[in-house]
């Protein structure tokens, strides 16, 4: 799916803070919003918040697409793990989600991910502030 195709919006909550990896951090957002179209839903939606909050600047980048099950969750950040490579036709290599784990911890934020297969995937993450 393109991402002319679908729609995505973005929110953000605030123009306040400044994080200590702030370039890292859109390239953050960028590769999950890349992993979202690749798993998204023909005319879905993906969306994407930013705002400041109490232990840093807080992100979110959710859509509605297929969702991850559970079963897969632990692995999603293992590099070259793919659920099912038949889905985006084999065109990823695996190692996206792996990549933006690192870029987050190595400045020291963290990062989650809630699924429900059929519903959609949100993943959070936290970069602490300067």
């Known amino acids: 799916m393109k991402i002319a195709?679908?729609?995505i919006a973005v929110f953000a909550g605030t123009t306040e803070g400044r994080v200590l990896a702030s370039r890292l951090a859109g390239s953050q957002v960028a590769a999950d919003v890349f992993v979202a179209t690749a798993y998204g839903k023909e005319g879905g939606t993906i969306e994407v918040t930013l705002t400041r909050g109490a232990e840093g600047l807080c992100g979110t980048v959710?859509?509605?697409g297929?969702?991850?099950a559970k079963e897969h969750l632990?692995?999603?950040w293992e590099r070259f793990y793919r659920v099912d490579a038949?889905?985006?036709g084999g065109n990823h290599s695996g190692l996206g989600l792996a990549?933006?784990?690192w870029i987050v911890e190595v400045?020291?934020?963290n990062i989650q991910v809630e699924s429900v297969p059929g519903e959609g995937t949100t993943f959070t993450y936290v970069f602490p502030e300067r």
């Open 99 to 101: 990549m933006v784990k």
């Open 74 to 76: 632990s692995h999603i």
């Open 62 to 64: 959710k859509d509605d």
């Open 107 to 109: 400045h020291g934020g």
């Open 5 to 7: 195709e679908g729609k």
């Open 66 to 68: 297929i969702g991850i």
């Open 86 to 88: 038949a889905r985006t």
